[in-house]
């Protein structure tokens, strides 16, 4: 894993992001109503939200709970400036790799929103989380399973190491009790290959691919992704595999 190229593409794509971003903007939300439903007002009182990227789960959380404290983390220093009219004595942001920096403990809630699929070891990252959550406290995510984009990885061998819903909750077993599992698959369509390919440019995925396309496999991609996923209405597909995860810290 290329944390550096991660960086720097989503650096790129933080202005347009928000934009492309509809089906992350679908997941923020969906993952807004869970806390809701699930978490109880106590949950709220120290929140960690890890790879907070542009804000978009950032300002649908905020917008339904009023959190005590708010740490809000992203492997981009650059999408401080998304925060500017947050920022303040009770919602901070740090920058740097999740995977690597020392966050406070006695968390209430630790969250992730469309981020964890980025990281080097989830497993380690969960047992870690766990020691930084309160008795009480509760972790929440969603990520993506194995089907992730699975249109352009059948063409070009690029996708993440993406762990299935059950691998998921055998690596949280041992400290958190699940409250809520659950997938689904989402797709989106698009006039032409191109324009998957500019998508994705767009939200910072191109992260996943370190080579640069050449005229013909361009081509050569387009042709064979309009070839084998064209719709009946002439455009063509791209899905999402996002996973959802509503867990509670097994009190030590």
Known sequence: ??????????ARAASTYPEQANIQRQ????????????????AHRSVLEVGCGTGLF???????????QLCLN???PEVAGCFKDLLGDRIRFFA???ERLNFPAGQSLIASCSALQW??????????CSHL????GYFTFSTFGKENLTEVASLTGATLPYLSLEELKEALRSDYELLYCHEEKLSLSFQSPMDVLKHLKATGVTGIRQSQWTKGSLATFCNRYQEIYSQPDHTVRLTYHPIYIIAKKIAS
């Not at 997941?27 to 106590?42: C, D, F, G």
């Not at 959550?133 to 009480?136: A, E, P, S």
């Open 1 to 10: 894993m290329d944390k550096g190229l991660i960086r720097r593409r989503f």
């Open 27 to 42: 997941i923020a939300e969906k993952m807004t109503r869970l806390i809701r439903r699930y978490l109880p007002a106590s």
């Open 58 to 68: 950032t300002r649908s959380y905020l917008h339904d709970v009023k959190p005590g």
């Open 74 to 76: 992203d492997i981009c």
């Open 96 to 98: 740097g790799d999740a």
């Open 119 to 128: 990281f080097e070891s989830p497993q380690r990252f969960f047992h870690r």
């Open 133 to 136: 959550l309160t008795n009480d």
